[in-house]
């Protein structure tokens, strides 16, 4: 993003302030001063960022996720990781790269669904394409309940592209799709691994689904015929981690 951000919100607003990012400074309706506004002061005070009171209308004028609860940050623009950050990071904890891959998720909503689902099960990091595809802004940020400060977005040109990059770093490539006879829980994940979410409305793209060693469905007993996006990603993710036996108990 090349403007300032802005993250909005009680929780994701203190989560930023944990994670101890920049911030320029933080604005906060005028009278607000108890439960986790408090906080939010308190924390701010002690990492020295500027506290702006001010009216709930200016709040509702800037506001662009329609629910910032009182508080909002301004930030520098999101820092986007890259690709090779997520692979050092797979090695320094001594674990098989575990990536997603987002092809064409246009929801904010479920782009932040999908980083707090990501943050919970320590997925490495989540690649986003730069055309087409929701970006992080300050609604992703809420949705996801500050999990943006924790996670390692890239934002690339190319998801296809990456996808090769990704094969020629040793890791397999795992496509979700109904068009296959292979259910998610008879697959093996015990592997370098990056996993592929398509767009809400049309899944994968035709190249990108080519591009996959492996796709896998989730059975549907319904009349409906496909799951939200960040609901198809949480049951894939944490069916990775089973299959691993990292959870525990």
């Excluded at 040793?170 to 015990?190: K, P």
């Amino acid at each position: 993003m090349e403007e300032n951000g802005q993250v909005e919100g009680r929780n994701a607003v203190l989560e930023l302030l944990e994670s101890g990012k920049d911030i320029n400074k933080i604005f906060i309706v005028s009278g607000e001063k108890h439960g986790s506004i408090t906080k939010i002061i308190a924390k701010a005070k002690e990492n020295k960022v500027v506290i702006v009171e001010t009216n709930r209308k200016k709040l509702d004028e800037m506001s662009t996720s329609h629910n910032h609860q009182g508080v909002i940050a301004i930030t520098p623009p999101f820092e986007y990781a890259d690709v090779e950050d997520m692979l050092a990071l797979a090695k320094e904890r001594k674990e098989e790269p575990f990536i997603l891959v987002l092809d064409g998720i246009e929801d904010v909503h479920n782009l932040g669904s999908i980083i707090r689902t990501a943050e919970t099960a320590g997925v490495h990091g989540i690649i986003i394409p730069k055309r087409r595809a929701a970006a992080v802004n300050a609604t992703v940020a809420k949705t996801s309940a500050g999990a943006v400060e924790y996670v390692k977005i890239a934002r690339v040109n190319n998801i296809n592209e990456t996808i090769k990059n990704l094969k020629g770093e040793g890791l397999w490539i795992c496509g979700t799709d109904m068009e296959t006879d292979t259910a998610y829980y008879n697959q093996d994940y015990n592997m370098p691994l990056a996993v592929v979410i398509g767009s809400e409305g049309t899944g994968m793209s035709r190249l990108t689904k080519e591009n996959c060693d492996f796709i896998v469905k989730i059975p549907m007993k319904g009349k409906i015929n496909s799951l939200n996006a960040s609901v198809s990603a949480g049951i894939i993710i944490y069916e990775v981690l089973k299959n691993r036996k990292v959870l525990q108990k």
